[in-house]
C-alpha cells in the first residue's frame, strides 16, 4: 500500500468511526427503535460483515478473538446505544474519546509506565476538560448518560488494550463480534417488553455494524500497518471533531460553546500526552 493509499484509508476509517455516533443518536433520537435492539442488530450485522471480509481474504471462517475481549465489546457497544438516548452526537463522541484515552493511559501509568512533562500537564488537561464538560449548567449532559457513555469509552480502552499485539486484529476482531452477540441476544431477551423497532432505526443500526464498524475496521486494520503509532493516534484526534461537524450539517444539533471549548481542552490535553512522551519505570 502506497502512502498516498494509506492516508486515503484512514481518512475514510475515522469518517466510518465518526459516522457510528450520528447513526447511534439518529437512530435512539429519531426513530422507533430500542438501545437493547440496535446493539443487538448492530452487532449481528458487524459480525457478519467481518466473517465475509476474512472469509473472502483467506478463504476460511474467522477464529480469533476471545470472551473477554467480547464482553469488553458487548458493554461499549451497549452503553454506547443506551447513552445516545439522551447525548448529541457530538457530545457523546467527546465524552467516549476522552474515556477511551483516559482509561489506556492510566493503564499504562499502573503498569509501569511514567508520564513526563508535557504529557504529565496534557493529561490533567483532558482530566479537567471532561470535568468541565460534566459541570452542572444549561448545557451540561444528563449524568445517567454521561456516566453510561464514560463506561462505554472505558471498556472501549479495555477493548483496545488486550488486541495491543494482535497477529492477525481483523480475524480476532471477528471473532470478538461474533462472541459479543451472544450477551446481546440476552440483553434483547431481558428487556423484550420494551422492544421496538421501524425502518429507519433498523437501516441505522445495519449501516453502523455492517459499514461504520465491519468495513470501518477493515478499513483501519489494512491502514494501520503502514502508519507510525503517533500518526495513528493522532488520527483519532480528529474522530469526535468530525461528529460534531457533521451532526451540526446532519442532525441539524447545536454545537454549543460548552461543548466546542472543551473538546478543544480535552483533544489538546490528549495531543500533548501523544506527544509528550511516556517513559518505563
Known sequence: MTRHMALACTALAMLAFAANSLLCRQALAHSAIDPATFTTVRIASGALTLWLIVRRRRGVAASGGSWPASLALFVYAAAFSFAYTQL???????????????TMVGVGLAHGERLRGLGLAGFAVALLGLVALLLPGLSAPPWSAAALMLSAGAAWGVYSLRGRGQHDPLGATAGNFARALLPAIALSAATITAASADPVGLLCAVGSGAVASGVGYAIWYAALPHLS???????????????ALAAAVVLDEPLTIRVATCSAIVLGGIALVLFGGRDKA
Open 229 to 243: 503509532t503517533t500518526a495513528a493516534a493522532t488520527a483519532q484526534l480528529s474522530v469526535p471533531i468530525v461528529a
Open 88 to 102: 448529541t452526537a457530538a457530545t457523546g463522541a467527546l465524552l467516549l474519546f476522552g474515556a477511551v484515552q483516559v
